[in-house]
């Protein structure tokens, strides 16, 4: 890896990669993140202080740039976030089937050479959530909510409720 790569890019982006707009988007859409997470292209950690450690069981930090890495690392030492640091690219996202819940992206798509097939890794790490599992089966959704029905513990207290029927024959 170039010198501009592994030391030069990494200063670049944690000194400007989070000018004001930015950061109230991070502010508001990151908490929304739950359990097991996987968050590609993870740059120097700028997200890891926005998730609710309460609700993140897990973050899985992808990022092939070890310069990037070493400011990640010490991001994470600054929260309470559970991290395993994966430092291969999207493209080749090395966990099981269907086993996060959550996949975030910030600023990385356009950063990634093979942006289809990382696209598609994503999908197939994603776990299917309850609304997709009824509709597959053949129900058409009327109403849907979701969220934690009791404070603790958070594994087994997140639930959707909501109406659906039967969809049409085909």
Not at 28 to 54: K, M, Q
Not at 69 to 96: H, M, W
């Amino acid at each position: 890896m170039s010198f501009y790569n592994e030391h030069v890019y990494p200063h670049l982006v944690s000194a400007l990669g989070n000018p004001k707009p930015i950061a109230e988007i991070r502010n508001r859409i990151l908490p929304l993140a739950d359990g097991d997470v996987l968050e590609i292209g993870v740059g120097p950690g700028v997200n890891f202080p926005h998730y609710d450690p309460t609700k993140v069981k897990k973050v899985y930090a992808l990022e092939p740039n070890r310069g990037m890495l070493s400011r990640a690392e010490e991001q994470r030492k600054r929260t309470c976030l559970r991290v395993e640091f994966i430092d291969l690219p999207g493209e080749r996202i090395p966990l099981p089937n269907a086993s996060v819940d959550t996949v975030v992206s910030t600023f990385t798509l356009c950063t990634i050479p093979g942006v289809t097939d990382a696209i598609k890794s994503l999908r197939r790490v994603l776990k299917p959530n309850i609304p997709t599992l009824i509709s597959k089966a053949g129900f058409v959704i009327e109403k849907v909510e979701n969220g934690y029905i009791a404070p603790f513990p958070k594994s087994g207290s997140y639930c959707w409720w909501g109406t659906a029927v039967p969809g049409a024959l085909v």
